[in-house]
């Protein structure tokens, strides 16, 4: 089993809101990502937990906070964002063990108004 | 800055032909490189994988790996109009094995 949940699948919000995406995994897997993809460009890495620790923040803004509750959970707290962060945000994991794959989840589609 | 290089596209081929897709990568020091396949509103899905320079088949697809040309390949066997998808080409980079992507080759399968 590959599969890496996400919620929710679409989300409108104005400027002002506070909301969260979650992503879950029951791979037990160590080390979950975040990503946002503009369309028609790649995915871009904004986070990386490993061990429910966070070990990569690409320079994103703070107005988007990343939480790991536990091994299987990650979150992205999203407040006070801007029309140009409209995306799709991807969450995936990767095993810690054998292989470097990671497997992407299905993505919540984010428009900002 | 580590890049990854693939041709935009679209790559136009027919039913039943052989499909390859190319993609160069800068990073000396990258171990594993993989493929991903995007449908339009959809997230990407990992087709394959290649760590060892090589050859790796699986199915219709088979992965090449050429680390002293810093060059990765895709090819797809019988291509079907099913796989029309954008082929996203991704190698790990850096710590917690950070994935440097590719632009996307957009396939398109014709009838």
């Known amino acids: 089993d590959t599969e890496v949940t996400q919620t929710p699948k679409h989300l409108v919000m104005g400027m002002t809101n506070k909301k969260s995406l979650k992503c879950e995994q029951h791979?037990?897997?160590?080390?979950m990502y975040w990503y946002k993809q503009k369309a028609k460009k790649p995915p871009e890495l904004m986070f990386v937990y490993s061990y429910e620790k966070l070990s990569i923040n690409e320079s994103v803004p703070s107005r988007f906070s990343p939480e790991c509750p536990n091994s299987s959970l990650l979150n992205l707290h999203l407040h006070a964002l801007q029309p140009e962060d409209s995306a799709l945000y991807l969450c995936?994991?990767?095993?810690?063990?054998?292989?470097?794959?990671?497997?992407f989840g299905p993505g919540t589609r984010l428009t900002v108004l | 800055q580590k890049e990854v290089e693939q041709n935009s596209g679209p790559l136009s081929v027919p039913e039943g032909a052989i499909a390859s897709l190319n993609c160069t990568y800068s990073?000396?020091?990258?171990?594993?490189f993989f493929w991903y396949r995007q449908y339009s509103g959809k997230s990407p899905e990992l087709i394959m994988f290649i760590y060892s320079n090589g050859d790796k088949e699986d199915g219709r697809f088979t992965a090449q790996l050429n680390k002293a040309s810093q060059y990765v390949s895709l090819l797809i066997r019988d291509s079907q109009p099913s796989d029309s998808a954008t082929y996203l080409c991704a190698v790990t980079s850096g710590g917690y094995n950070k994935l440097i992507f590719g632009a996307g080759t957009r396939l398109a399968v014709h009838p």
């Open positions: 791979m037990g897997h160590r080390a």
């Open positions: 995936a994991s990767r095993g810690a063990s054998g292989g470097n794959e990671q497997f």
């Open positions: 990073d000396r020091g990258s171990q594993s």
